[in-house]
C-alpha cells in the first residue's frame, strides 16, 4: 500500500470542517474505503495558501515548544476549483485505509439462525490497498469498532486474542448480532471452533479485555507507534467521543507599537534576519542600523525585531490584547478616517443602546457596549484527543503541558482558517464586579460550584481546567442569554454566533461575533444589533429569571452527584446551553443563579433587581 492517497472527497470540504471535524487522525466514511486522515506531512499544500497571523504562529510555537514560529497554511481547497499551471501540483487533503478489519454479510451455515438474531457476519482481516475493499461478488464494510486510548493512539481490535486469549485459533471469526437496536450486548464475537464473547465486554475498562494499547498512530504512517502502556478502550469510530480537535483563535487586533517598533518596522529588510547581540554587531557599519543603535538600545532593538518575527517578548494573552483594543476604541459611527480591513470598531454612547428599554438598574452595571464593524478570526489545529476533550483555560489558552496527540512527526506548520466578519462587544463595570464578588450569598454560591469542579477532576483521568471563578460563570452564563435573544432579530441563527469572554485586570467582557470565510466578511446584520442591545439586555435577564424547566433545573446542584453535571448550576437546554460549536467552553461553567435571581438562590444574582414576565 502507498504510504498515502489523495481523495476529492476529502479536498472538496469546506476549509472549516478539516480545522473542526476532518483534521488528522479522524475517520471519515467514503464510497469505496474507509479511511483516517493522515498527518499533514502527507498533506499537499500550496504556498499561496499561507496566512499571516504572527500572534497566533507565536502562540503555536509557545504550545509545541517548537524553536521557531511554524507557518500557518489553508487547507487545501476543492481541486475542481484549482489553477493548474505547469510544474505546479495541485493542493490535497491526503488519507490512509483503516481499519484493517472488514465484515463480510455471509450466513454461517454450522449455526442456524435463531429466532430473534439478525444478521450475521464474517469477521475478516483484509490489506485492501488501494482497491475496492471487495472479495469476490460480497461487498466488505470495514468493522466500526476499533480500540483507542486517550492520548490519541488508535489500533484495530485483536478480534482473534479478544475471544481466544493466548490461545491461537486459526478458524474463522463471525459478529452475530441478536437484537435490534444495535447494542453492544446484542453483539456475539464467535470463532467456529465454539467459542464466543459478548462485545459489551469491551466496553467494560474493569475488565481491560482488550489489552494494552500498542501506541499506534495509523494517521502518521502504517508502522508509526510509541510507547503507551495504558489500557485499551473500545471505540466506535462514528462516535462523537472519537475526535476532539484542539483549535486555537485569535482576532487580529492592532497594537499600539513603540518608537523602537515603528523605527525596526522602517528598517525591517534589513533587519528581519538579526536575532543575537553578534548579528547586531555584524550590521555596525551599515549607516541605517548604526542609526538606531545611537537611538536606542541594543535589548530594545532585539526585543522588537523578536516581537515582529512573532516571538514576543511580553507574556501577554491574546485576549488581553483584543479586550484593549475593544476598551480603547473611539466613540462614533465609524465613518470618519480609514478603516481597517481587519479590526474596525467604534464605541456607542449610553443614550444610543440604553433606548427601548426601562431596566435602567442593570443598565448602570454595563461599562461599554462597542460595535465591531470588522473582525478577522484566525483558527489554527494544533492538536487532537480522543475519547476525553481537553477544555482551554478562560483566556482561551491550552497548557504546553497538555496531552495532544501530534498532527505530524515534526510539524513546521499548522493549518489554519481565517474568517471576517463582525460582532457585539458589551464590558461590566469591574467595581461593579468586585462588590458583587464579596456578597456572603455570591461566595456561598461559587464556593458550591467549586465543590462540584472538584468532584469533576476527581473522576476525569486527563488535566483539566482550573475553576474560572465566579466573574467568568457570571459573564459566560449571560454571553449564552443574549445570544438567545440576539439571534431572534440578527438575522443569523444562533449556530452561527460565537463568544469570546475577556476577564482581564482591565475589561469583565463578552464579544458576540459572526464570521464567515467569505473574503468580504459578513452583511451587519449582528453589529447593528448593539444600538439595540439595552432591549436584549432586558429580554435576556428577564427569561433567564425562570427556566421552563424550573424548579428541577433552578434547584440543581452541582456537588449532589445525582446528574453528573458537576459543572453546572441552574442551567440546562431549556434556558442557558446553546450549540457547542458556539461556546468556547463546550456548554461547561453555566449558573443562571449568579445572574438573575431563580426560585432557588434569589440573592446571588448580579442583575439582582429582575424579576420574570411570567
Known amino acids: 500500500m502507498p504510504p498515502h492517497k489523495k481523495t476529492k472527497d476529502i479536498g472538496t470540504l469546506r476549509a472549516s470542517q478539516i480545522i473542526t471535524t476532518y483534521g488528522p487522525g479522524s ?19 500550496h504556498p499561496e495558501s499561507e496566512i499571516d497571523e504572527p500572534r497566533l504562529s507565536a502562540k503555536l510555537m509557545a504550545m509545541t515548544g517548537l524553536s521557531h514560529p511554524p507557518r500557518l497554511h489553508a487547507p487545501p481547497a476543492s481541486e475542481s476549483g484549482f489553477q493548474y499551471r505547469r510544474g505546479v501540483r495541485p493542493s490535497y487533503v491526503a488519507v490512509r485505509t483503516f481499519p484493517k478489519w472488514f465484515v463480510r454479510q455471509e450466513e454461517d451455515q454450522e449455526a442456524p439462525t435463531k429466532r430473534g438474531q439478525t444478521g450475521r457476519r464474517l469477521l475478516e482481516l483484509k490489506d485492501t490497498g488501494v482497491k475496492p475493499p471487495r472479495d469476490g461478488p460480497k461487498r466488505l464494510v470495514a468493522t466500526r469498532f476499533v480500540r483507542a486510548c486517550p492520548k490519541g493512539h488508535v489500533a484495530d481490535i485483536d478480534w482473534r486474542w479478544f475471544v481466544h486469549g493466548d490461545r491461537q485459533c486459526p478458524r474463522p471469526l463471525w459478529l452475530i448480532d441478536r437484537g435490534t437496536g444495535g447494542d453492544l450486548t446484542d453483539l456475539i464475537v464467535r470463532c467456529e471452533c465454539g467459542t464466543s464473547k459478548r462485545l459489551g465486554e469491551a466496553a467494560d475498562r474493569g475488565l481491560r479485555s482488550l489489552g494494552r494499547c500498542p501506541g499506534t498512530r495509523p494517521w502518521l504512517g502504517p508502522n508509526n507507534r510509541e510507547q503507551c502502556g495504558l489500557d485499551s478502550r473500545l471505540l466506535i469510530r462514528t462516535a462523537t467521543n472519537a475526535y476532539f480537535p484542539q483549535v486555537v483563535r485569535v482576532l487580529s487586533v492592532p497594537e499600539q507599537e513603540s518608537a523602537v517598533e515603528e523605527a525596526v518596522a522602517k528598517k525591517w529588510p534589513l533587519v528581519q534576519h538579526i536575532a543575537t547581540p553578534e548579528m547586531l554587531d555584524g550590521f555596525t557599519t551599515h549607516p541605517d542600523v548604526a542609526g538606531l543603535r545611537r537611538e536606542f538600545a541594543d535589548e530594545d532593538i532585539l526585543g522588537a525585531i523578536a516581537s515582529k518575527q512573532g516571538r514576543p517578548s511580553s507574556p501577554v494573552s491574546s485576549k488581553q490584547l483584543e479586550a484593549n483594543a475593544f476598551l480603547d476604541a473611539p466613540e462614533g459611527h465609524g465613518r470618519h478616517g480609514a478603516m481597517d480591513a ?34 478577522r478570526e484566525v483558527s489554527a489545529l494544533v492538536g487532537f484527543t480522543r475519547l476525553d476533550a481537553v477544555l482551554p483555560d478562560i483566556h482561551g489558552e491550552y497548557e504546553s503541558e497538555a496531552e495532544r496527540a501530534p498532527l505530524a512527526e515534526d510539524p513546521d506548520w499548522f493549518p489554519a482558517v481565517e474568517n471576517r466578519g463582525e460582532g ?16 456572603p450569598a455570591v461566595r456561598e454560591r461559587v464556593s458550591q460550584l467549586d465543590r462540584g469542579h472538584n468532584i469533576y477532576r476527581e473522576k476525569r483521568t486527563g488535566r483539566t481546567p482550573a475553576f474560572p471563578g465566579g466573574p467568568y460563570i457570571l459573564l459566560h452564563t449571560l454571553s449564552h442569554l443574549l445570544m438567545h435573544s440576539i439571534s431572534l432579530e440578527c438575522g443569523y441563527p444562533a449556530t452561527s454566533i460565537r463568544e469570546r469572554i475577556y476577564l482581564t485586570e482591565k475589561a469583565y467582557g463578552i464579544l458576540l461575533y459572526t464570521a464567515s470565510p467569505d473574503a468580504e466578511g459578513t452583511l451587519g446584520g449582528l453589529v447593528q444589533q448593539a444600538r439595540r442591545i439595552g432591549s436584549h439586555l432586558e429580554r435576556a435577564l428577564r427569561a433567564g429569571a425562570l427556566c421552563s424547566s424550573d424548579p428541577v433545573c433552578a434547584q440543581h446542584r452541582p456537588d449532589d452527584g445525582l446528574e453528573e453535571r458537576w459543572l453546572h448550576g441552574a442551567a440546562c437546554h431549556n434556558c442557558s446551553l446553546i450549540a457547542e460549536t458556539s461556546c468556547e467552553m463546550r456548554n461547561e461553567f453555566l449558573d443562571r443563579a449568579l445572574v438573575v435571581p431563580t426560585l432557588d438562590s434569589p440573592s446571588a444574582a448580579f442583575f439582582n433587581d429582575v424579576s420574570s414576565p411570567h
Open 27 to 45: 475517520f471519515v466514511d467514503l464510497p469505496e474505503y474507509s479511511v483516517i486522515v493522515a498527518g499533514i506531512d502527507a498533506w499537499q499544500r
Open 342 to 375: 481587519n479590526f474596525h470598531a467604534c464605541a456607542l454612547s449610553d443614550l444610543e443602546w440604553q433606548q427601548d428599554s426601562g431596566l435602567t438598574s442593570a443598565f448602570a452595571k454595563v461599562e461599554r457596549v462597542v460595535q465591531a464593524h470588522r473582525l
Open 424 to 439: 457585539i462587544f458589551l464590558a461590566l463595570r469591574p467595581d461593579a464586579i468586585k462588590s458583587w464578588s464579596n456578597q
